[in-house]
C-alpha cells in the first residue's frame, strides 16, 4: 500500500504523509537542518523507537504517558532539554507521540528560541486524525484544558499507521470518537463507510484504518487552511467539544479519555439541536446512536457514568464549560447540527435547555 | 506639551503614544471590549496606580519586580489570573510596568487561550525606548535569558514620560544604555542631541525625554516594520546585546541591569569591530567612551567589575554567549560597527578574538 499526501494549504503549507511505513521519511527530511531532538513517551519508546531510523541517536526526552504531562512543570522541562542538546533557530523538534506529546512538544516548538520547526510524527488515531494536523498547540491550566497555547504549524506531518496495531483498545475507541465527528462534519461517505466497516475498524484492519485516516485529513486540511487562526469556520471542528470539555473538567483531566468524552458530546449536541429545532435529519440521532454503539463507544451521559463509574452531575458539567476558549466569558457556545454535513457554530444554549440535555 | 502618535506597520499595524499624561487614552480604549485585566509590579502600583483612571477598578496581578519574576512559575500564576478574572477571547490584557511586566505578560497574552489583545504600558525609559514596542515577549529558562517566548505583537502602546520622574537612577541609566544603542544604530541626529544635552537627560527634563523617546521608537519602529519575524535587518536591534547576555548570563539574572550591560556591550562591539578591520569611523570609540562617561554608564568591562564587585572572567563570558538566540548552536554571532548608523548583522567572531576583547 503506497502512501497518501494531502497538502495542508495554511501560510506555509506543509503535507500530511499517511500510511504504512512513512515514518521511513523522517531521516531524509532532518539531513538538511541544525542539531534536532526528539520528544516522546515512554510508552511510544518502547514500543516504536526502532521505527525512527538513524533518527533514534538523536536527543532524546520521553515524558510520562497521560494528561499530567500536559502542564508547566513539563513545559519546561522540554525547553530545558532543547537548550542542554544545543538547538538552535534553525533546529527541529521531532513529536513522536499522541495527542499530549504533540500538543506539549508544539507549545514547546513554538516558544523556544521564539519558534523552531516541528514534524508531527502521531502514534495514536486521535493525534493522526485530529491533533498532529492544524497548528494548535497547549498545556493544561490547573482550572482548565488547553488553555494556555499557541498556533504553530509543523513542517511535515508523518502518520504512520503501523503504530495503530499496538494502541490499547481504549486509545483506539478514543480516536474513534474524532473520526465519527469529522464525518458528521464533513463527509458523509465517511460515516457510510464507518457504519458499514465497523467491525474491521475495531480489528484494525490496515487499509480501513488508512482509508479513514485519510479522508478525517482531509476534512480537517480543508477547513484549517480556510481559517488557519480559528475565526469562523474553524470553530466547526469543535463539534461536540464545548460538551466534551465539560465532561472532561467535572471528572477529572484524564479520567476519561479525549475522543470518549467527543462521542458523548456529538450525541448531546444532536440532542440540543432537535430540542432547538434545528435539527433537520431526525434519522441521525438513530444513526449516530448506532454508529457509537457498533464502534464500542457509550453512546449518551448514563452510558459513560456507568463506564467510568464518575458522578458528572448536570451542574458540573454546565460549570466544566463556562472557561471553553470559544465562547465570551461564562457563556460557552455550541456547534449544532442541521443534518450530516450541515453544521452551525457559535450558537449559544439557555441555561434552562443546557440543564436539560445534560439531565 | 502634546502627544506624538507614531504608527507601527507590522502585519497588524498599531500606534505607539508617546508623552506626558497620555495613559488618559487607557480608558477610551478598553471601553469596547470584552473583560479586560491589569499586570504590573508592586513598585509601580504604590507609584503610579491612579495613573491608571478607571481602569483602577479592573482586575489586578501585581507581581514582585525584578528579574526574578520573568519566569515559567509566575507565568503560570498570571495565566492562572487571567482565568480567574473571567477574561475571553476578545478580552485585553493591559501590561503597566517596566520590561518585565511587558515581557512576561505579553507572553501570558500571547498564549491564553492562544492569544488575546494587550495594551503596553511601558513606565520605565527601557521599556518605553525599547522593550514595549515590536512584539517580542519572553521569559527566562534557567539556563538563559528570554529563551522561551512568542511574537507577539501589542494592540497599542501608551509611553507614559510623566512615569519616568519615579524611577531609580539606576533604571534611567539601563534604559540610558538601550538609548545609545538606538542611537548609534540608527539616528545619528539622536547621537549629538545625547551628547549636548546629556546634563538635562539625567535631570529628567521632560521634553528632552519625550524627544529622546519618540527618536529611539521611530528607529525601531522602522526596523520592525521591514522585519516583523527578525530573519534578516531586525537582528541589528541586538547591537551590544550577545556581550551583554554574556554579562548578564556570567553575572547571575538580574544583578546588572540590562541596559547598563547593554552599555558595556556597545563598547565591546566597536572594539571587535575596530580589530576586525571594519571599524571606518575611528572617532566613534571615544566619543562612545565620552558620551557613556557624560551619561552615567560603565565605559568599559573593568568599569564595570569594579561597579557591580562581580567577576565577569573571560571564559565565564564567552560561555554565556553560547546560547545567544540569535547564531548557530554553540556559535554566537555579533552585530558589529562600520560608522554612526552603519552596522552589520550575523557576523562571526573568532574564539581568539573573542577572548582578547572580553579581557
Redesign the interface.
Known amino acids: 500500500m503506497s502512501a497518501t499526501r494531502i497538502r495542508v494549504a495554511t501560510r506555509t503549507p506543509y503535507e500530511v504523509v499517511i500510511g504504512r511505513g512513512v515514518l521511513a521519511e523522517l531521516d531524509s527530511e532532518l539531513s538538511q537542518s541544525?542539531?534536532a531532538a526528539v520528544l516522546s513517551d515512554t510508552n511510544v519508546v518502547r514500543l516504536h523507537a526502532a521505527r525512527l531510523g538513524r533518527s533514534t541517536s538523536l536527543p532524546r526526552l520521553a515524558v510520562a504517558p497521560g494528561e499530567d504531562s500536559k502542564g508547566?512543570?513539563t513545559?519546561?522541562r522540554v525547553?530545558?532539554f532543547l537548550?542542554?542538546s544545543?538547538?538552535?533557530?534553525?533546529?527541529t523538534l521531532v513529536l513522536f507521540g499522541g495527542g499530549v506529546v504533540g500538543d506539549l512538544g508544539g507549545l514547546a516548538a513554538?516558544?523556544?528560541?521564539?519558534?523552531i520547526a516541528c514534524v508531527q510524527c502521531p502514534t495514536t488515531l486521535l493525534a493522526q486524525v485530529d491533533s498532529s494536523v492544524g497548528g494548535?498547540t497547549?498545556v493544561n491550566?490547573?482550572?482548565?484544558k488547553n488553555?494556555?497555547?499557541?498556533?504553530h504549524q509543523p513542517r511535515l506531518v508523518l502518520a504512520d499507521t503501523d503504530t495503530l496495531a499496538t494502541l490499547p483498545d481504549e486509545e483506539l475507541r478514543s480516536g474513534l470518537g474524532e473520526v465519527v465527528k469529522s464525518a458528521l462534519l464533513g463527509d458523509a461517505q465517511l460515516f457510510a463507510l464507518l457504519e458499514r466497516e465497523s467491525a474491521a475498524v475495531l480489528a484494525r484492519d490496515a487499509e480501513i484504518l488508512a482509508e479513514v485516516v485519510t479522508r478525517c485529513v482531509r476534512v480537517k486540511a480543508a477547513i484549517v487552511a480556510r481559517d488557519e487562526d480559528?475565526r469562523g469556520e474553524r470553530k466547526l471542528l469543535n463539534l461536540g467539544h464545548t460538551f466534551a470539555h465539560g465532561i472532561e473538567q467535572a471528572a477529572g483531566f484524564g479520567v476519561i479519555p479525549h475522543g470518549v468524552a467527543v462521542a458523548v458530546g456529538l450525541t448531546l449536541a444532536l440532542e440540543a439541536s432537535e430540542r432547538l429545532g434545528l435539527l433537520e435529519e431526525r434519522a441521525l440521532r438513530p444513526r449516530l446512536a448506532a454508529l457509537l454503539a457498533a464502534l464500542g463507544l457509550p453512546g449518551d451521559l448514563t452510558a459513560l457514568r456507568a463506564r467510568y463509574t464518575v458522578r458528572l452531575a448536570s451542574d458540573e458539567l454546565a460549570q466544566g464549560m463556562r472557561?471553553d476558549?470559544?465562547?465570551?466569558?461564562?457563556r460557552p457556545t455550541f456547534v449544532l447540527v442541521r443534518g450530516l454535513g450541515k453544521v452551525d457554530f457559535d450558537v449559544e444554549l439557555a441555561e434552562q435547555e443546557l440543564l436539560v440535555v445534560l439531565g
Open positions: 541544525s542539531p508547566f512543570a513545559l519546561e525547553l530545558d537548550l542542554a544545543n538547538l538552535d533557530r534553525r533546529s513554538a516558544l523556544f528560541m521564539r519558534g494548535k497547549a491550566l490547573r482550572a482548565g488553555l494556555a497555547g499557541a498556533f480559528e472557561h476558549k470559544k465562547g465570551r466569558a461564562g
